[in-house]
Structures are given as structure tokens and as C-alpha cells.
């Protein structure tokens, strides 16, 4: 069974798996890249096997000979690994290749010894050691191969050259020597990028995760992905549903406060209109209690409409929304804002998600927690916006179904954020949320 070349492998042998590219294979960038990996590669191979050769002659001399070839033998896969990592970063800089690093054996128990021996029982670090002498064969290859292109380029100039110098050249000799020059070079430039293909599969083995490990980290990738799916699924459930409710909450609070004052506003207004004329006293009080009416009134749209996003948010930032938020609590409030241009860059759902878990806190800490004194503080921590509220209360607070907390963690689980409450009894309450700045 063939499996498909992978795009890796595309980008480094594309003669190898594609006909056009196979046709422009001699003045294609993957022969010239892989004719620079092969001069700056074989040069490091030279080196690093005649050391390779040395060290490990050396270490075992003295294994045999003193016994104290262990402390050498562990520097010289200490020094594979920092090779390794050197020769990864090459090969994806000339040729694209991007090759894991592997997870190495750590030790079962504090000490030294039990560190070397870890360094010795690690697999990965000897097929490091064994990677430049693999390597050095497969750069060899290349070497024959960018001959073959040399006698082929010297084949495509001999007729002109021999021209030149006065050399009678038979016809039949000059197309020979054109014709192969051709199909030499065409040999020559497809071998190169096939045999930087295999360098390239000879770095994944040797450099790379082993395939025990590479079958792990699949797996484990595959469970974390899983995962994540099951706590979208949850989260977006969760986030509909609060959806909703706050949805109903709008309706009742418009059905019975707004419609009902503007009902109410409405016969006053008629009554003011009919005693207009014959009790203007009583018209004029009729007025006066609509004027109230229609002020309480737009006071009750401005903190239905804030509730649903306030507009100093949008206006002027988390910074001021959260000033705001403490002006207005019945419980001191002290507002520590670390960076505000950082975290008024955030974006407008974080920083939606943010106010309202304040908002609720601090509603909590004036009704249930008989609080002195909240802090808030807001900053930005790496790629995420961070806010946390401490009281003084009573504690004791817990975020149970159906209440404002749980909503509030559902909105940020949605965010995929996280959502942290730390509320023993009787020694205050700690809300800590963080969302991605960019949600």
C-alpha cells in the first residue's frame, strides 16, 4: 500500500512526485537548496563524525582501560543532544524541514548518578550520536550526484568549447555529448532532491521523536483535541442558555417596569389633558408626576441598557467602566488598573466578560457579603486579561446553579477563559477570571 508524500517532501523532492516539476527539476529552488544543504551539511558532517569517531574511541578506551569513560560518555550525549538541536535548526532553515524535539529520559531520582544514567538508558541521545555517521552516507550520495551534474554541465560545454579551440568535432559526437548532458543533468538535479528527501527522513528518525513517542504524542493530541471539542460543546450549551435567560430577564424587567411607567405616564398625561381647563391645579400636579415618572423611567432604561453592555465600555474602556462601577457601589471600592492601555486593547468580549463578572461581585459583596472594602484589579498577563476581586466579607459564597456566578462562569468558560472562586467561610471572597484578550 502507497501512502501520499507529505507536503514536506513535496517542498524538498518535488521532481520526485510531480511531472512539471520533475521537466524544471534542473533550475528549480529545491536543487539549489538541497546543493546548499549539501555544502554547508557535508562540511558539518566531516566534522561532526571525525568527532563522533574520536569521542566515542576515547570514551571506551577508557572504559576498558581506567573505568572512568562514564563521565566522558555522558558529556558526549550531552553534546549530541546540543548538536541535534543545532543540525533540526539547519535542516528547517535550507530545507524546510521541521523535525519535533524529542522528549529524552529524565532521571527516576534525585542525584547525579541517577541523572547519568538516565543520559546513558536514553535512546534518542545515541541515534544523535549516530545521526552524522548516517548523515555522512547519505551527503556522500549527494556528493556523486553533484558530480554527475559537473560532467554533465562539462559534457553541454565541450562542443562549444572544442569549437573554440579549433578541435574538428564530428557531428554525431556533438549530439552525443549534448543529448547525455541533457539527461545528466536532469539525473543529476532529481538525485540531489531525492537524496535531500532522504536527509530529511534520516533527520526525523535519528534527530527527531522516536516513533513511539511520535504515536504517543498523536494520541495524546488526539485525547486534548477531543477533549477541547466536549468543553466547547459544554461551554456553547451553557452560553445559549444564559443567552436565553438573559433574554427573558430583559422581557420581564421591560413588561414590568418600563411598560408599566410608560402605561402609568400615559393616564397621567390624559388626565392632566382633560382637567386641563377646568382644574388646571390638578392638571398641573398631573404633569408634575408625569415629568417624575418619565425621569424614573429613562433612570430604568439606562440601567436595563447597561446591563446589557454599558456604553462607558465602549466609550472609554475597562479602565473607566470599572471606575464607574466602583463609584457607584455602596462598599468602598479601590479600583488597580496595572497597565490600562493594555488592558483597554483587549477585546471588547473580554473586556465585556470582565465588567460584568466586577459588576456581579461587587452587587454580591454590598448584599450578601457585608463587605468593608472590595479591591479590583485588572491586568495583562501574556495573551490573556485578568481581573480579580477580593472583599473582606463573610465568605462563604458559591457559584450554584441558577445563580448569578454560575451564569457569569458559563459566559467565561464560553470565552475559553477560566473562572476561579475561593470563598472559605468567614475569610472573604477571591474571584479570579482570565479570557484570552483576543476572544
Not at 512526485?17 to 554547508?40: C, E, K, M, N, Y
Not at 562542443?159 to 548532458?181: E, K, N
Request: proline share 5%.
Amino acid at each position: 500500500m502507497t501512502t501520499a508524500p507529505t507536503p514536506e517532501l513535496r517542498r524538498v523532492a518535488p521532481a520526485v512526485h510531480d511531472v512539471r516539476a520533475f521537466l524544471a527539476a534542473p533550475w528549480s529552488g529545491a536543487t539549489w537548496r538541497a546543493v546548499s544543504q549539501l555544502v554547508i551539511g557535508g562540511v558539518v558532517m566531516i566534522v561532526a563524525a571525525t568527532l563522533v569517531i574520536a569521542l566515542v574511541s576515547v570514551d571506551l578506551s577508557i572504559l576498558l582501560v581506567f573505568g572512568l569513560g562514564i563521565p566522558t560518555t555522558v558529556a558526549t550525549l550531552l553534546a549530541a543532544r546540543s548538536f541535534a538541536r543545532w543540525e533540526r535548526a539547519r535542516l528547517e532553515l535550507q530545507l524546510g524541514a521541521q523535525i519535533a524535539r524529542p522528549t529524552y529520559r529524565s532521571a527516576t531520582r534525585p542525584g547525579w548518578w541517577a541523572s547519568w544514567v538516565a543520559v546513558l538508558g536514553d535512546g534518542r541521545s545515541w541515534a544523535h550520536l549516530a545521526y552524522p555517521l548516517v548523515a555522512g552516507l547519505v551527503l556522500t550520495g549527494a556528493s556523486v550526484a553533484a558530480g554527475i551534474g559537473c560532467g554533465a554541465l562539462a559534457s553541454l560545454m565541450y562542443p562549444p568549447v572544442a569549437a573554440w579551440q579549433g578541435v574538428d568535432v564530428s557531428t554525431g559526437r556533438t549530439v552525443l555529448a549534448i543529448v547525455g548532458g541533457i539527461v545528466l543533468l536532469w539525473v543529476s538535479a532529481v538525485l540531489l532532491q531525492l537524496l535531500a528527501a532522504v536527509q530529511v527522513r534520516v533527520g526525523h528518525a535519528l534527530l527527531g521523536p522516536s516513533a513511539r513517542q511520535a504515536a504517543a504524542d498523536a494520541t495524546q493530541r488526539a485525547a486534548a483535541a477531543e477533549q477541547r471539542a466536549e468543553h466547547l460543546a459544554t461551554t456553547r450549551t451553557a452560553a445559549v442558555g444564559a443567552a436565553d435567560e438573559e433574554r427573558r430577564r430583559i422581557e420581564r424587567d421591560l413588561h414590568d417596569g418600563a411598560q408599566q411607567r410608560l402605561v402609568a405616564l400615559g393616564v397621567e398625561l390624559g388626565a392632566a389633558r382633560r382637567t386641563a381647563a377646568n382644574d388646571p391645579q390638578a392638571a398641573a400636579a398631573a404633569i408634575e408626576h408625569a415629568h417624575r415618572e418619565v425621569k424614573e423611567t429613562l433612570a430604568e432604561l439606562r440601567d436595563l441598557v447597561r446591563g446589557i453592555h454599558p456604553a462607558v465600555l465602549t466609550d472609554r474602556g475597562l479602565d473607566a467602566a470599572l471606575s464607574a462601577l466602583a463609584a457607584r457601589s455602596p462598599v468602598p471600592v479601590e479600583v488597580v488598573v496595572v497597565d490600562p492601555p493594555s488592558v483597554d486593547a483587549a477585546s471588547g468580549s473580554a473586556q465585556a466578560a470582565a465588567y460584568f463578572v466586577v459588576a456581579e461581585a461587587l452587587t454580591n459583596a454590598a448584599k450578601h457579603a457585608a463587605a468593608q472594602a472590595v479591591v479590583v484589579r485588572a491586568d495583562v498577563v501574556g495573551d490573556r486579561l485578568r481581573v480579580v476581586i477580593a472583599d473582606d466579607g463573610v465568605g462563604g459564597a458559591a457559584a450554584g446553579p441558577g445563580s448569578g456566578l454560575e451564569g457569569l462562569a458559563s459566559r467565561v468558560a464560553a470565552l475559553d477563559g477560566t473562572f476561579d472562586l475561593d470563598s472559605p467561610a468567614g475569610a472573604g471572597t477571591r474571584v479570579t477570571v482570565e479570557v484570552p484578550c483576543a476572544s
